[in-house]
């Protein structure tokens, strides 16, 4: 699926950007500037990785073509983890 590789994608990149911009906002003073905008960039990654993480686990549970018994249950914690 197409649109499958694109939210793995964008998966990637986003959980990139939140690993890039961790320790900025921790190590930066509170309130400042810069603790502010990359702590909200950091926050829209991880909100991206949470999202498509839920979306590419649901759809490996209910449509994948090669899910095979034991995949179900480990895709479903995955949606547990991105929920």
Do not use: N
């Not at 961790?22 to 990654?45: D, E």
């Not at 990785?49 to 249950?73: C, F, H, L, N, Q």
Request: glycine share 10%.
């Amino acid at each position: 699926m197409v649109w499958f590789q694109l939210f793995l994608v964008l998966h990637i990149v986003a959980g990139f950007v939140a690993l890039a911009v961790f320790a900025i906002p921790i190590l930066s003073r509170k309130g400042g500037r810069v603790h502010v905008v990359t702590g909200w960039i950091y926050t829209w990654a991880m909100s991206v990785v949470a999202v498509s993480a839920w979306v590419m686990g649901i759809y490996r549970i209910g449509w994948d073509p090669d899910k095979t018994a034991e995949s179900v249950p480990l895709h479903g914690f995955y949606c547990l983890l991105g929920y």
